[in-house]
């Protein structure tokens, strides 16, 4: 495989492993704008980990993660006061403080970068991928998942029917920014250098995105959303300066041609199984 | 210390600028505009651009102004006609298109570079007590209060301003009522896609500066400014825009650039935990996205 194709195929990787970070909350009805921060938190976390104390990778890296799992625990029950666009604006203002703090923070080099000792290579990169998409694809057909549904469709009618809206919207955070931590992780691991400037409002509006393209309404969705923002740039390289405005041009069309995203439950339903009811939600 | 608080509401007032922008857009349409960023930009590098081909600044300003109209009717035309019927984010995502589009096109027509912006008034500052006060700045932060004011008075007291708060109630009933949606629509459109215009081209007269990114940092700002007013409510995007304009540079004053981030976002993070619903927001408001 050429060395071009291989740095694309992990781009993607990383990639997908973002879309589910965000897709996770959004099926609950966060739309969380900090995705990125958690990424970070996972990143430096697992870092620091390998670096100072030596630490095998493999271990480090869960230890990113569930630090952004603590992180997003303990802010999570004041930041889910908010709902909605509001939710996002917080979320948001999160990624960028604990941006602003590790650009601030000296012992993981501050504004100048941190170097990370050990590698992870290609094949760990699209494995950690594959294995999250697994956990999604198992995920999806849980009740908590169902729970989750339940809570994005109509979070009072869901406590009505006797559902922990508040701890099942926690869980839902909280699982969205470990993924995030595991993909920070092995970015971090495989890049071998973090920098704060990285995890920046351009990324975290791209990681929504992804799943927002892709279509919320099934488990596929942000699989083909990564794909699209990852393959389609890249496919574009012909067109030189106008890569980006045809890119642009691309998203505009996509989602003006499917409006739910593009891949949506009715699409996945095989012809057999008949129509959608009416006004039927999934 | 005066001097600080007179130099954050000057920025502030174009983050008010933004801000009232969105809030129309989602207030009335409820319609999170994420292209009004780009019209930003567009105001300020189009006026830039004009004054370069040899333009007076007034007759540059003004064509920059006339062509975000049209492309505020191009965002009209490919996002919230579609939107219709489809979950609320959706359209989110397409004008965040137009923000890249309209950026690169920038870029492929100016370059990635800030630009320098030609000072086309001559140094008039005043000064009243110690406080200095920059001429165009001030012209800026009486130009946005004029306009706001002028918007809100319009919304309150024409006949337009009835039809379009009708809209905002409900646009089902109020087509049913006689409105026609098709053309008041669109002139919401343009009157958001303007106001943010006026802000890039007062940006660039102030700072001296353009570039086709630079509504991104701005438009952020305007954004949470909106949010944490209150969505929908303009006297809130005012105080947001004029909060998060003191409080960044009171911040840079006290503390140094380094923290301006930690500290403007702890702020927001702070204030919407305390009043999830915006400074100016209903808390048991069902939220409109």
Partial sequence: MSGYLEGVLVLLSINVILAYAAA????????????????????????????????????????????????????????????GIYLALATFSLGEIIKAVFLNLDVVGGASGYAVFDYAGPMAVWLTAIGVVVFMLILSQTRFFLYLTAIKNDATVADLFGLNTRNLQLAALTLGAVIAGIGGGVYAHHFSFVEAQYFNAHLNIFIVLFVLLGGVQTVYGPLFGALFFTAVPELLRFSDEWRFVLFAALIIIAMAWRSEGVITAKLLRAPWRGKTPEGARP | MAQQLVNGLMLGSIYVLVAVSLTLSIGILNFLNFSIPGLFMLGGVLTWLMIKLGFAWPLAAITALLAVCVAALVVERFTYRWMKGSDPEVPLVSSLGFLILFENLMLVAVGSDQQAFPQVFADFNLRIGGLLLGGPQLISLVLSIVLVVMISWVLRKTRYGRQVRAIAEDPETA?????????????????????????????????????????????????????????????GAIAGGLLIGVTEVFSIYFLGSDFVDIVVYGVLLVLLILRPGGLFGRVEQREKL
């Fill in chain 1, 24 to 83: 996770l909350p959004l099926s609950a009805g966060q739309l969380n704008l900090g995705i990125a921060g958690f990424m970070a938190i996972g990143a430096y976390a697992s870092a620091f980990l390998t670096n100072e104390i030596a630490l095998s990778m493999w271990l480090a890296i869960p230890a990113g993660a569930a630090a952004a799992g603590v992180v997003a625990l303990a802010v999570g029950l004041p930041i889910l006061r908010t709902h």
């Fill in chain 2, 175 to 235: 087509g049913i009522l006689g409105i026609d949606l098709q053309r008041i629509v669109p002139l919401v459109f343009i009157a958001s896609g303007l106001l943010a215009a006026i802000g890039g081209v007062l940006f660039a007269f102030n700072y001296l500066q353009v570039s086709p990114f630079m509504g991104e940092e701005v438009g952020l700002k305007g954004i949470s400014a909106m949010i944490v007013g209150g969505m929908g409510n303009i006297w």
